[in-house]
């Protein structure tokens, strides 16, 4: 009996006891991926076929070793345009109808240029094999880049232009870019306005006729085909295609760094700082490859990582903070970035600086190697998963010229790194002490936090124009304008006028005081003032229910004195809180 | 082209435990994967006035550790194991999801039954936790244009507030939450019998029901989560609203109307009269006004699918200088069109060629499957619903378009919310 009860004891702390530790893994399981066949057309066409069948469906890649940067120096945007385009009219069909080909197949072909490499790819059930492939080739062949579908790429690209500058991440990339690239084509994230409409149909067709020669292509198909079938269909469908020279492009050398710069985009509005700190690093095919990916994940690649774990677990600056290492075929770059609240811009890049140097000065733990490698060794067979994704894997190695058994010895090249190999990719390759600092955000809020890093400062608007740094920043300087005295305001609420009596009290920059309307009046405790900016809220009782009053206020000074002491002229925004009322403009004057 | 295509139908077990966990296996081993899915049946549907923002706020909370996996750690084994995971929060359930090699399924299993039975609510994680969410949302909304729009327009098509406000919720109603009020809100809706798990990929079912069994059979079942009425009148809450947007660089306009739930055979028709409008550069209203008209640079459209009255949204980005009333009277012209004439036979030809190509591809990857499943097991209690959504899909004719579209695509219980760029430039 006693020995019965014990070992219902035991057997209860047991249960208990297997939660302690994480379990053991199970037997592991292989997993290869065979090579894929591989031959090459008369016209010196590449062609790597993968046979995959496990669901019935396709994927083709059609990918020229020419991008964005083979662009010629006169006609920015013009691979990408020639590419876009390529489906908006054949010599066998429209625009329209070549969509609605390919869509009454439920299958899909798109066409874009990168930086390195231009793709068509398409994809389908592989019941419709031929026909897809049939259709890619008119595309790659035989397009017209008809003048009034031109017309219209044009017009749609320079709103889309638009549009991209209003996203922040646009601009920090093309900012980052030009710093760190100077005079090499990847500079140059997205062509100018200018640069399109300067395109025309006459240079599209040259570059076609010219770029988009089978010598300087490769072709991968992955899925549910049989070898020899879909040979002979690529060759009855490409085999024509005639060969041409391919140009070899000689590109400057980007600038090499030797100090930390700063570069802000003053994006007024900005509810938050997108921080990037880059500096240049290795190409895609650099020997370094791997120990820079185990360097990486270990830094700032996902959510275990140092950076995610510092300012965002820690800090709580950011949504996330993460590192990259942007490997292209010419050169590549090292990144670190996070999109941090503006108040603590500074405060970030003190604790990325302090990572980056970290990584730098101590060797990383045998514990943080080996979870970076299992990590990216598990991963591998993931990406494979989809038709997609095991597409992806092939085309890099191929576009990118790895060896033939890159993806059979991913996974040993990842476990071969040792602690010594990312100690020194991390001396080499992350250089804190000249890296290129680059943020978009509110330019005022931001200088002052981060004047501590470098005195070397250049601002953009977000149009990519550089602006006179001393107009900026003067409250950095102690000047902050004073705000005290009776104002009276005049709130414009859809069309009509409202008063507002507002009495501020400033010592040094803090402000209190009271503000008055129809809806009461309310006291003004922990207002702020910074230059000639200042913000505050009044407490008030408005139908029964507590509410902040927010009022953002600028002063005006006389435009051509630096004089920020006296101002009898104030600007700004304020939000009530009821219906949703937010952001009415006001002005102000101050009563004698 | 239905008739001949058979697409072979994914192997199933459901079970229960005995506390109420709803528990799925799809065993698929054609790469030694493993996928997991969790659905807990808490969305921001289940938030009421002052309380919005918790279920988000509270996927967050997930990840912050439990009685033998720390803060942060849930993250580092999964990726130490060579594994990704994530959490998200719709109106209608909170996902948490890994997908791990074949051999780590004791793993997953142990991370997410751990958080299921002893989730560590702190003060101090709260407070960081908030602080993430509220970069989360100056992130995706406040500092991206047109970030608010799609939350603007589900609040004038909803009436309910169930339905009618926003998962990110409000940042006030986030800092009035205390450690009480998310540890109750832990142990009424994160129990087993709210939740589903679904397991995809390779393994072994009897192994994976071991495992299944010793990691969750011993975590208490609660009782029932409050009742909710997502119920909603057949009108909109407001027709017309205009938003002056200081990010936006260009015009916009979005359209939403209310159309029953997911999975009723209205629903399936509004889809498909959708894919036809804004789907692909086939698609009508493309052809109308990308093309054609020429007076938009960007055309959008998507339904909100819901398990109670769902949404359907059109949106355009018109070009500078063009008489948005003008674009939007060709736009409904178009839908007339539909509501008088039906589809096109080669419309419906296409329609079902998209519809076989979108299931074949979801299918390959474990973790779309295992989450597909889950949805289907957590709303309508029956995962083998993935095997037949296809051919409910394919029975939709152009006489259903027809009718449903002149149902409720209608000018007069639309909602137009009018963005207006109003930076300094």
């Known amino acids: ?592 | 082209m239905s008739e001949t295509f058979q697409i072979p139908p994914l192997k199933l077990e459901q079970y229960n435990l005995e506390n109420g966990l709803r528990v799925v296996l799809n065993p698929d081993s054609s790469i030694p994967v493993v996928s997991m899915a969790v659905y807990y049946d808490v969305g921001s549907r289940n938030e009421r006035q002052g309380r919005t923002g918790f279920a988000h706020l509270f996927e967050h909370m997930m990840f912050q550790g439990s009685e033998n996996v720390k803060k942060a750690e849930h993250f580092q084994y999964v990726m130490k194991a060579g594994g990704t995971m994530n959490g998200t929060t719709s109106s209608e359930r909170t996902n948490y999801y890994e997908t791990l090699p074949a051999n780590q399924l004791p793993l997953g299993l142990w991370l997410e039954s751990d958080r299921m039975r002893s989730l560590a609510v702190t003060e101090e994680n709260l407070e960081n936790q908030r602080n993430a969410v509220k970069e989360e949302k100056r992130l995706r909304y406040d500092n991206q244009p047109y970030g608010q729009v799609f939350d603007m327009l589900t609040t004038m098509v909803f009436k309910n507030f169930a339905n009618s406000h926003s998962t990110i919720g409000s940042m006030e109603d986030l800092d009035d939450a205390t450690v009480e009020d998310v540890q109750e809100f832990f142990r009424v809706y994160y129990a087993p019998n709210n939740a589903v798990l679904v397991i995809s990929g390779a393994f072994e079912p009897e192994e994976a029901k071991r495992q299944v069994e010793k990691f969750f059979a011993g975590i208490e079942s609660q009782p029932k989560p409050p009742v909710i009425d997502v119920e909603e009148p057949a009108e909109i809450a407001e027709n017309y609203q205009d938003y002056e947007d200081k990010l936006a660089p260009l015009p916009a306009f979005l359209i939403g109307w209310k159309i029953p739930p997911r999975r009723t055979p209205e629903f399936d028709a509004i889809y498909l009269a959708g894919k036809l409008l804004y789907d692909g550069e086939s698609s009508r209203l493309y052809q109308k006004l990308v093309k054609g008209e020429e007076s938009i640079v960007q055309l959008f459209g998507f339904t909100d699918e819901r398990r109670g009255p769902s949404s359907v949204i059109i949106g355009a980005i018109p070009k500078p200088e063009q008489d948005l009333s003008k674009i939007r009277e060709t736009m409904m012209s178009e839908i007339d069109d539909l509501a008088t004439n039906g589809a096109s036979a080669e419309e419906m030809q296409k329609l079902q060629n998209q519809l076989i190509n979108d299931t074949v591809r979801s299918r390959q990857s474990s973790m779309a499957r295992a989450q597909a499943i889950a949805e289907y097991a957590l709303y309508d209690g029956d995962p083998t619903l993935i095997n037949s959504e296809l051919e409910d899909l394919l029975k939709i004719t152009s006489e259903d378009i027809k009718t449903a579209v002149n149902k409720f695509l209608k000018t007069e219980n639309r909602a137009l919310l009018n963005v207006i760029p109003a930076g300094k430039n």
Not at chain 1, 175 to 184: A, C, E, F, K, L
Not at chain 1, 550 to 558: A, Q, R, W
């Open chain 1, 1 to 592: 009996m006693r020995l019965t009860f014990d070992l219902n004891m035991t057997g209860k702390n047991m249960i208990e006891d297997f939660r302690k530790t994480a379990p053991a893994p199970l037997a592991p399981v292989p997993f290869d991926i065979p090579q894929p066949f591989e031959t090459e057309l008369a016209n010196n066409l590449k062609v790597v076929i993968f046979e995959d069948s496990r669901l019935p469906i396709v994927s083709f890649r059609l990918a020229f070793l020419s991008g964005n940067i083979n662009d010629p120096a006169d006609s920015k945007g013009l691979t990408s345009a020639m590419t876009s385009m390529l489906s908006e009219g054949t010599k066998s069909y429209t625009s329209r109808r070549l969509a609605e080909e390919i869509e009454r197949l439920g299958a899909h072909i798109s066409a874009n240029s990168g930086q390195d490499n231009s793709i068509i790819a398409a994809s389908a059930l592989s019941l419709y094999t031929s026909d897809i492939l049939r259709l890619m080739a008119e595309i790659v062949l035989y397009p017209t880049f008809p003048e009034s579908e031109l017309k219209l790429y044009k017009q749609n690209m320079i709103e889309n232009l638009k549009f991209q500058r209003s996203q922040p991440g646009f601009l920090a990339d093309e900012q980052m870019s030009r710093v760190v690239y100077g005079s090499h084509p990847y500079s140059v994230t997205s062509p100018t306005p200018d640069d399109i409409e300067k395109l025309t149909r006459e240079k599209l067709v040259e570059f076609h006729n010219r770029r988009f020669v089978p010598n300087n292509a490769t072709l991968i198909i992955v899925g549910d085909v049989n070898r020899e079938d879909i040979l002979e269909e690529i060759s009855g469908a490409l085999g024509d295609w005639k060969k041409g020279s391919v140009e070899k492009t000689e590109f400057e050398t980007p600038p090499v760094r030797t100090a930390v710069t700063q570069t802000i985009v003053d994006r007024s509005g900005s509810a938050q700082s997108n921080i990037v700190l880059a500096n240049l690093a290795i190409e895609r095919g650099h020997p370094d490859f791997f120990p820079v990916l185990v360097m990486n994940q270990i830094l700032g690649s996902g959510g275990s990582s140092r950076l995610f774990m510092n300012l965002r677990e820690e800090k709580g600056y950011t949504y996330g903070a993460y590192s990259s290492f942007d490997t292209r075929r010419q050169a590549g770059t090292f990144e670190a970035t996070a999109e941090v609240r503006t108040a603590v811009t500074g405060d970030s890049l003190k604790e990325f600086f302090y990572e980056l140097n970290k990584i730098r000065d101590e060797n990383v733990s045998e514990v943080e190697l080996k979870d970076a490698k299992n990590f990216l060794t598990g991963v591998f067979p993931i990406r494979a998963e989809t038709q997609e994704g095991l597409t992806n894997l092939i085309v890099s190695q191929k576009l990118y010229d790895l060896p033939g058994d890159y993806l059979q010895t991913y996974r040993e090249k990842i476990s071969q790194v040792s602690i010594e190999d990312v100690d020194r990719v991390a001396k080499k390759y992350i250089t804190p002490d000249k890296i290129a600092i680059v943020i978009v955000g509110d330019a005022e809020e931001i200088l002052p936090q981060i004047q501590p890093f470098s005195a070397n400062i250049e601002i953009f608007d977000t149009e990519g124009k550089p602006q006179d740094v001393s107009n900026y920043g003067k409250q950095a300087d102690g000047k902050t304008s004073d705000a005290s005295g009776d104002w009276s305001l005049t709130i414009d609420f859809q069309g009509q006028s409202l008063p507002v009596k507002l009495k501020l009290e400033q010592t040094e920059n803090k402000i209190s005081g009271s503000l008055e309307s129809m809806l009461g009046k309310g006291e003004i405790s922990d207002g702020k003032a910074k230059g000639n900016k200042f913000s505050a809220t009044a407490k008030m009782q408005i139908q029964g229910q507590d509410a902040e009053i927010t009022i953002n206020g600028e002063l005006e000074n006389d435009a051509d004195s630096n004089q920020t002491s006296a101002s009898n002229k104030m600007k700004g925004t304020i939000s009530i809180p009821l219906g949703g009322v937010s952001d009415l403009p006001f002005v102000g004057i101050k009563e004698d």
